[in-house]
């Protein structure tokens, strides 16, 4: 299970890093589309999430998803944490994909896109929030 984690890890990164230090790239601009990567980073996530809920099954304690207890167990496991975190890192890279292409649209500066590009990559929401701060701001 920790070699599959260490691949989640470094899967999105020569994106994450095209996107904020070689944003006029024409492969930047290809693969930050959705597309391949894109379902690949899903499909992670249902492998992960496939192999939690078969460790579940296995000492007979299926994933809740109705409870905070349930899912505190299901993530409780190896394959459950990396079911989640298979499942953030395909957001997050979404989620950047898409402000990294709003950058470009709207020619926001250098100053705009690494840090929010690396804040989402950190802290999700967090750099999703603080990028369309930016934009409502810039759009008064």
Avoid at 111 to 140: K, N, Q, S
Wanted: hydrophobic share 50%.
């Amino acid at each position: 299970m920790e070699r599959f984690f260490q691949y989640l890890n470094v899967f999105p990164m020569p994106l994450w890093l095209a996107m904020m230090f070689a944003p006029g790239h024409p492969l930047t601009e290809r693969m930050s589309r959705p597309g391949t990567l894109f379902i690949i980073a899903g499909l992670n996530y249902v492998v992960a999430l496939a192999l939690a809920v078969q460790r579940g099954q296995r000492e007979g304690a299926a994933i809740d998803f109705t409870s905070l207890e349930g899912i505190r167990k299901g993530m409780s496991t190896s394959e459950g944490a990396a079911a989640a975190w298979a499942h953030m890192l395909a957001l997050d890279l979404f989620s950047g994909a898409w402000i990294y292409r709003e950058c470009r649209r709207l020619s926001a500066p250098w100053y705009v896109r690494i840090p929010a590009l690396f804040a989402t990559l950190m802290a999700g929401p967090a750099g999703l929030m603080g990028f369309l701060i930016w934009r409502l701001r810039r759009d008064r």
